[in-house]
């Protein structure tokens, strides 16, 4: 058996820590974590979540020895596990990433679109500097990526550090979930092609117990999926992440979105005063069930497949964020993609994509170049390769609107954006 391990968790204020620490619990006996250290740069969310984590950790029978700590060489040396999940900015940049594209006539989201790319602007300097204390302190140590957007993050630590990471989103698995909610089917009896991108996928060759889905089982999945309508998706032929909404329905979207009293972001800030109401109770030791309205359902149980795959060696398929190497052919081979893996000790290997489905591969290749250039921009502070970001993607692309918007962007998120000259 493994020696038992220091697990770390970077950005441990987030509300989603106690999903992470249940998981551990359930896999007590085949994942033995020893220290579970989190780690923050907000004292007081840090205490608050230290403090919860310990009476949640006792009641679930979880162990492991939990410290916390802000001195982030100290959270990572020797950590065989490191799980980020910052956010920059807080929710307050969110609020301003989804309210200023709005302005403009435009999707407002924190991952897709001009939003996404200036949350990866605030993101990419300070995961690079995580990955690089990693290099130094836990070189044989592998970061599990969940802060967003995580495909561009991913790019930016493979192409600019020597970090081993694995980028993840809990959308891998949707396919999966919608069957269990649809038709009460095991996850292992489900397997599918998964081809794309972070948040822009794309999901075929869908098979139960290895045989192809009918028709009606293609719809029931197809239904799961509560964003994309199931036209759309029968039109495609294949199953879409949430996410497309914003490519397939833009004008809708945006109208609706204009219509809400609330952005998403704004919903969220009340929301986690109530979550961390109940995680500061000194009484407390469940998760507080406001934290169900939170989203990102899936995410510690994917996380804790690539440790049991990694940590026990055991071949597991997995959807992750990874260089594409020759997987899908029409991409560079230094792409980070999201797709099928075989994950063990070893790592990840791509499993090659024979098939895309042809009305798709042109969006994926737009998104993607958009995300190569919004890489560079970040880590160069390139005003120049921010607007070309921007135009070369489809939810923007027009040069006058390009103009307006950046500089609002830059000047919003000017504290947190050290790399540019502004």
């Not at 069957?179 to 060759?205: P, T």
């Not at 934290?291 to 510690?300: F, I, N, P, V």
């Not at 993607?393 to 830059?410: I, M």
Request: charged content about 25%; overall charge negative; glycine content about 8%.
């Amino acid at each position: 058996m493994q020696e038992p391990m220091k697990f770390t968790i970077v950005g441990a204020g987030s509300s989603y820590t106690p999903e992470l620490i249940e998981e551990m619990a359930n896999r007590r006996d085949a994942l033995p974590v020893k220290e579970l250290v989190l780690y923050d740069i907000d004292p007081e969310r840090l205490s608050i979540m230290g403090g919860f984590a310990r009476r949640y950790a006792d009641r679930l029978g979880l162990r492991a020895e939990i410290r916390c700590t802000t001195d982030l060489d100290d959270a990572l040396y020797g950590a065989a596990f490191v799980d980020t999940q910052i956010r920059v900015g807080g929710n307050v940049q969110r609020v301003k990433d989804e309210k200023i594209p709005m302005k403009y006539g435009l999707i407002g989201q924190e991952t897709t679109g001009p939003g996404g790319m200036m949350k990866a602007m605030r993101t990419i300097p300070v995961m690079i500097e995580v990955a690089r204390a990693m290099e130094k302190n836990a070189p044989e140590g592998w970061l599990i990526n969940y802060t967003n957007p995580t495909g561009l993050v991913t790019e930016a630590v493979t192409k600019y550090t020597k970090a081993r990471i694995a980028g993840f989103c809990s959308g891998g698995i949707f396919p999966k979930m919608w069957a269990k909610e649809s038709m009460g089917i095991a996850y292992d009896r489900v397997q599918y092609d998964y081809i794309g991108l972070n948040h822009m996928n794309f999901i075929s060759n869908i098979t139960i117990d290895g045989r192809p889905v009918t028709e009606e089982e293609f719809e029931a999945l197809a239904k799961a999926n509560h964003d994309v309508p199931v036209e759309i998706q029968k039109l495609l032929g294949c199953l879409t992440s949430p996410y497309l909404q914003y490519y397939y329905l833009t004008s809708r979207r945006l109208k609706e979105n204009l219509a809400k009293p609330q952005t998403r972001g704004e919903y969220v800030q009340d929301l986690e005063k109530e979550v961390f109401a109940a995680y500061a109770d000194p009484s407390n030791d469940e998760k507080p069930a406001a934290l169900a309205k939170r989203g990102g359902g899936g995410y510690s149980e994917v996380a804790m497949n690539f440790v049991n795959a990694v940590y026990n060696n055991i071949d597991t398929e997995m959807v992750v964020n990874v260089p594409n190497r020759g997987a899908i052919p029409f991409l560079p081979d230094t792409a980070v993609v999201e797709i099928n893996c075989m994950v063990n000790r070893r790592g990840m290997a791509p499993i090659h994509k024979d098939y895309c489905p042809p009305m798709v591969w042109g969006l994926i290749a737009a998104v993607k170049n958009y995300e190569q250039l919004a890489v560079e921009a970040a880590v160069e502070g390139s005003v120049s390769k921010l607007k070309q970001a921007l135009m070369a993607h489809p939810l923007v692309r027009d040069y006058d609107l390009v103009e307006a918007l950046v500089p609002e962007l830059l000047e919003a998120n000017r504290e947190y954006l050290p790399q540019f000259s502004l």
